[in-house]
Nanobody
Framework: QVQLVESGGGLVQAGGSLRLSCTVS????????MGWFRQAPGKDREFVAG???????DYTDSVKGRFTISRDNAKNTVYLQMNVLNPEDTAVYYC?????????????????WGQGTQVTVSS
C-alpha cells in the first residue's frame, strides 16, 4: 500500500517561511516524479512545484524565486521550502507521486496523494 505522509504546515506571518516534508512508502517503482499542489477554499487544486528523480524541477510562476522543491531519494522524501510567504499562499498543500518520471502539472497525472497540510499566512 502506497502512503504519502506530509508534515510542516502551520500558521506564519507574511514574509515568513515554512518547510513542508512528504515521505513516501510502499511504492515499488523508484523513478516517479513528485509534485506539490495546493487548494484554497473555493478554488481548484493547482500545481505548485515538481521534481524528477534526477532533480529537474518546475514551478508555477507565482512561487518562482520564493519556493524551492527538493528530494532525498535515499529517504523517499520530498521537501518544499517556502520563503517570503504571503496571504495568497494560504491553502491546503498536498504532495503527490506521479505516474510518470517527468514532471507534469495536471493533477490527473498523479496517482497517489498525501492527506494535505494546512498553510495559513496572516497579513
Amino acid at each position: 500500500q502506497v502512503q504519502l505522509v506530509e508534515s510542516g504546515g502551520g500558521l506564519v506571518q507574511a514574509g515568513g517561511s515554512l518547510r513542508l516534508s512528504c515521505t513516501v512508502s510502499g511504492r515499488t517503482s523508484s523513478d516517479n516524479a513528485m509534485g506539490w499542489f495546493r487548494q484554497a477554499p473555493g478554488k481548484d487544486r493547482e500545481f505548485v512545484a515538481g521534481i524528477t528523480v534526477i532533480h529537474n524541477t518546475d514551478y508555477t510562476d507565482s512561487v518562482k524565486g520564493r519556493f524551492t522543491i527538493s528530494r532525498d531519494n535515499a529517504k523517499n522524501t520530498v521537501y518544499l521550502q517556502m520563503n517570503v510567504l504571503n496571504p495568497e499562499d494560504t491553502a491546503v498543500y498536498y504532495c503527490a507521486s506521479s505516474k510518470f518520471s517527468l514532471v507534469t502539472r495536471k493533477p490527473n497525472d498523479y496517482d497517489y496523494w498525501g492527506q494535505g497540510t494546512q498553510v495559513t499566512v496572516s497579513s
